[in-house]
């Protein structure tokens, strides 16, 4: 990849990650948000971010994951799986920015 696209796609990273920890420190600590659309909106996301662990998130598996992401981004190992070294396509990471591998991966990981 090059150096141009990465350093867009560590910012875009970036807001994501910040934006989502917002909204699910919002939802952990006053269970609603300011409108029901955007509580929706934020309840959908949170909903898909646990649903890997069956339970949800708490604030300190949030902030590590996060931690983890921005590391990965310092060491240049963001978007790439972790397990075959593949790019993790972006639509996955706006799905789940703290995301360590692939689809197929995971896949073949259950």
Known sequence: MNKIFLAGR???????????DNSSSS?????????????LKVGMRYAH??????????RADILFKVE????RMEN???????????EIPIEE???????VSCQTCRRSDN
């Open 76 to 86: 240049g190992d963001y978007g790439y799986c972790a397990i075959c070294r593949s």
């Open 49 to 58: 971010a646990s649903r890997a662990a069956d339970k949800p998130l708490s």
């Open 10 to 20: 560590k910012i875009q990273a970036q807001h994501i990650l910040v934006t989502k």
């Open 68 to 71: 983890l992401a921005l590391a």
């Open 27 to 39: 939802i952990s600590q006053s269970g609603k948000t300011d409108t029901p659309a955007a509580g």
């Open 93 to 99: 990471l706006e799905t789940d920015p703290s995301t």
